[in-house]
């Protein structure tokens, strides 16, 4: 037996093989700081706080 496969694989189901493979819009929020834009829990950029707090030496 041969590793090959017997039938081809039609667009359709290999299209919804890789529907969740597309790219996604990434979400910013505003920090509650300085209103800068970052990513939602991480660090902020500009101020450095996080959750209140100072975690980066600006």
């Given amino acids: 037996m041969s590793a090959l496969p017997k039938r081809r694989i039609s667009h359709s189901r290999?299209?919804?093989r890789?529907?969740?493979h597309s790219l996604k819009p990434i979400k910013l929020v505003?920090?509650?700081n300085c209103s800068a834009k970052m990513l939602p829990h991480n660090a902020c950029n500009n101020c450095?706080?996080?959750?209140g707090?100072?975690?980066l030496p600006i």
């Fill in 30 to 32: 505003s920090c509650p």
């Fill in 48 to 51: 450095g706080k996080y959750n």
């Fill in 53 to 55: 707090k100072t975690v």
């Fill in 18 to 20: 890789r529907s969740h």
């Fill in 14 to 16: 290999k299209n919804n």
